[in-house]
T-cell receptor, first 114, second 112 residues
Framework: DAGITQSPRHKVTETGTPVTLRCHQT?????MYWYRQDPGHGLRLIHY???????DKGEVSDGYSVSRSKTEDFLLTLESATSSQTSVYFC?????????????FGAGSRLTVL | KQEVTQIPAALSVPEGENLVLNCSFT??????LQWFRQDPGKGLTSLLL?????REQTSGRLNASLDKSSGRSTLYIAASQPGDSATYLC???????????FGTGTKLQVIP
């Protein structure tokens, strides 16, 4: 998927446990995003980053935190997972100088919280 | 708040038919619109990006149009093929240059 790797691709966890999803890119793109996709809601932005250590909230950020210590890595953390966070999580990247806000997506991480 | 609607939610057509997918958005102050394709269990693939200064954008059998004043975009697929079966999503910027709002998609099935 065009230089974007998400890990893990599948995870099952229990309510109350911490979970970290990783997005790794080899494109050296400045912007990175985390979306969740749910039936009936489509894709919703959780957090995004516009540079190392620069992040901002999206529309569904409650219960999630992010970190970006290197250009290539963007981590999404669920401090205490809940069943409502069962979803498919997608990472995306973009590079405004070369392609406006054309988004390139990873393959997704399917998270199940029991 | 930008809201994006795609109708119909699902569409089934015989192979070879020309078809149109619709996308409506509430805030017409956009500077571009993207169409994506998503195959089951996969990520999204960008198909077309239309800048606000453009009315149409074409790629192969795909043609996307944008009418900002009416808050609408259409994706035209010519001579549909079974390989076109997928979910098609449109997306527009909202609340900032790098925030994008997606529609819920149209699931297309092309029957051989």
């Amino acid at each position: 998927d065009a230089g974007i790797t998400q890990s893990p691709r599948h995870k099952v966890t229990e309510t109350g446990t911490p979970v970290t999803l990783r997005c790794h890119q080899t494109e050296n793109h400045r912007y990175m995003y985390w979306y969740r996709q749910d039936p009936g809601h489509g894709l919703r932005l959780i957090h995004y980053s516009y540079g190392v250590k620069d992040t901002d909230k999206g529309e569904v950020s409650d219960g999630y935190s992010v970190s970006r210590s290197k250009t290539e890595d963007f981590l999404l953390t669920l401090e205490s997972a809940t069943s409502s966070q069962t979803s498919v999580y997608f990472c995306a990247i973009s590079d405004p100088p070369s392609g406006a806000n054309v988004l390139t997506f990873g393959a997704g991480s399917r998270l199940t919280v029991l | 708040k930008q809201e994006v609607t795609q109708i119909p939610a699902a569409l089934s057509v015989p192979e070879g038919e020309n078809l149109v997918l619709n996308c409506s958005f509430t805030d017409s102050a956009i500077y571009n619109l993207q169409w994506f394709r998503q195959d089951p269990g996969k990520g999204l693939t960008s198909l077309l990006l239309i800048q606000s200064s453009q009315r149409e954008q074409t790629s192969g059998r795909l043609n996307a149009s944008l009418d900002k004043s009416s808050g609408r975009s259409t994706l035209y697929i010519a001579a549909s093929q079974p390989g076109d079966s997928a979910t098609y999503l449109c997306a527009v910027p909202s609340g900032g240059y790098q925030k994008v709002t997606f529609g819920t998609g149209t699931k297309l099935q092309v029957i051989p």
